[in-house]
């Protein structure tokens, strides 16, 4: 992946997971116990996902675009 498309790629994840935040506290004020487990369990495999799968191989290729406070995973 070229410098350019990481860049997007990257702040189109963070968008994401963003959203991914606002999602779950929609859930946390709305659903039953039940369901926050079932959602919970689902978006925690989401943001599993593209942190390890999408972010991190990016990081690793362009260690500059890690945001400041965020370790790397190994």
Do not use: W
Not at 24 to 52: M, P, W, Y
């Amino acid at each position: 992946m070229n410098r350019d498309a990481a860049l997007r790629v990257s702040k189109l994840a963070d968008e994401l997971l963003s959203k991914a935040a606002d999602l779950l506290d929609v859930i946390n004020s709305s659903c039953s116990q039940e369901e926050r487990s079932k959602f919970h369990a689902a978006l925690g495999t989401v943001i599993g996902e593209v942190d390890l799968e999408i972010l991190e191989p990016i990081y690793k290729q362009f260690p500059d675009l890690r945001p400041p406070d965020m370790e790397e995973i190994k």
